[in-house]
């Protein structure tokens, strides 16, 4: 049992390695945050006709197509991006500090306006757009719901009769709400192929989701072992998700649907992966001690039987003379 709970803490400790090291599990699908703004583009003056620029992923970067017959140029000030030169038929996709959300505290209902100035082969262009401030969740009630929900599963699996079999349901569930939650992450990001983004995204969910799913099948089976990867993988699930709490506190989130969605995913992946991996180790241990029951159950029975075979072979005793 102890070697079983050694490896369980040695994976734990592999994952929170990768988040200090800010590796994939520091990061959002893409290098995407979440926000407090929208950002879009509102105009271009005066317009020239085959250039067109706009924004992208809720304003956290902008693309250029240069349609036109000349170099296109972004003036210096948007950070290291620019100063930058399109070719006639290029684009560009780039994050300017002029106009991008990310690292801006923008109050809901506030408009924080923004300017680029270009230059479409000697002709000035100006860019306007603007920050929309929109409303922050109630963060002290998204991480209750992620308290209770590993907190209730901790709490059922003492009253539980196959916790085991709670365990890798719950786990389970962790791992298709982390599955979702990454997939949903990967398609809000329109600056990177899909493929390379939704495995850079997943990380070391890839060793954790595996983990997962044949932790449950080898659960079924009634096998100690299975509950084991259950709980090593769920832990994994919940220490990756961790930097995507910010989702708790921040209203325009890197995700291809709901907010309140990806929220609930959030929950999910935490709470559940939290509560397998705490509630686990009690149920190692159980299954441990019945295991030790068991066998001790059939080598008595075993003993017994011998025993009887000893006394059947035994001579009768001789009777009186």
């Known amino acids: 049992m102890r070697v079983l709970v050694r490896l369980l803490l040695a994976l734990i400790t592999v994952g929170a390695t990768l988040i200090g090291k800010g590796g994939p599990a520091a990061a959002h699908a893409g290098g995407l945050t979440a926000t407090d703004a929208r950002g879009t583009v509102v105009s271009v003056t005066p317009a020239i006709p085959g250039l067109t620029i706009t924004a992208i992923e809720e304003g956290a970067r902008l693309r250029l197509r240069n349609g036109t017959g000349g170099p296109v140029t972004i003036s210096p000030g948007g950070g290291t991006a620019t100063p930058a030169v399109i070719p006639p038929g290029a684009e560009l996709t780039w994050i300017d500090e002029r106009a991008t959300p990310d690292g801006r505290s923008v109050a809901a209902g506030q408009t924080v306006p923004w300017t680029i100035a270009l230059d479409a082969a000697g002709v000035p262009v100006v860019v306007t757009g603007s920050l929309v401030g929109e409303e922050r969740p109630l963060a002290a009630g998204w991480w209750a719901a992620a308290g209770l929900t590993g907190a209730a599963l901790v709490l059922l699996a003492k009253r539980w009769r196959r916790a085991d079999l709670l365990l890798a349901g ?66 994994l ?85």
């Open 170 to 235: 719950a786990g389970t569930v962790a791992a298709a709400a982390s599955i979702v939650h990454v997939a949903g992450s990967t398609l809000a990001v329109e600056s990177a192929p899909l493929a390379g983004t939704f495995l850079s995204a997943a990380g070391i969910n890839l060793l954790a989701w595996p983990l997962i799913i044949g932790g449950a099948v080898t659960a079924l089976r009634g096998r100690a072992a299975g509950v084991l990867a259950v709980c090593a993988g769920a832990a």
């Open 237 to 321: 699930t919940a220490v990756f998700v961790l930097p995507d709490v910010t989702s708790f506190h921040r209203p325009v989130l890197p995700f291809a649907g709901p907010a309140v969605l990806e929220r609930i995913l959030v929950v999910l992946a935490l709470g559940l992966g939290a509560g397998v991996a705490v509630a686990g180790a009690g149920v190692l241990r159980g299954l441990a001690q019945k295991a030790a029951a068991d066998s001790a159950d059939s080598a008595d029975f075993a003993d017994s039987a011998d025993s009887g075979d000893d006394v059947a072979r035994q001579p009768p005793a001789a009777g009186p003379a």
